[in-house]
């Protein structure tokens, strides 16, 4: 039965609904529906929200660590300056 399967492929092989609904030619909610009424489903998709949340997290602080280190890393007395006299340009500009 597709049930026994889409409950391997979700629980044992890590796979998502929408790839399980494309295995198995159902629908997505036709198999969140039956995951529902799994008691194991809620804790199952608790863990994987944590570990995408750390994923996330790490993806985030190496894209720091890559793209905005040279950002900081130039700053001088005539680069602040710099960036003064544009932001006091924007801010004395006329508005109409």
Known sequence: ???ER???L???EKKSIREISKMLFKSEKTIQNYFKKLPEY?????K????NRQKRKAYQKQ?????????YT???GESIRREHDVAA???SAERH
């Open 1 to 3: 039965m597709w049930q």
């Open 6 to 8: 889409a409950r391997a």
């Open 10 to 12: 979700f629980f044992m």
């Open 42 to 46: 809620k804790q199952e998709k608790e």
């Open 48 to 51: 994987r929200k944590k570990t």
């Open 63 to 71: 894209w720091d660590r890559q793209n905005r280190a040279e950002r």
């Open 74 to 76: 130039n700053i001088s």
């Open 89 to 91: 340009m924007i801010l």
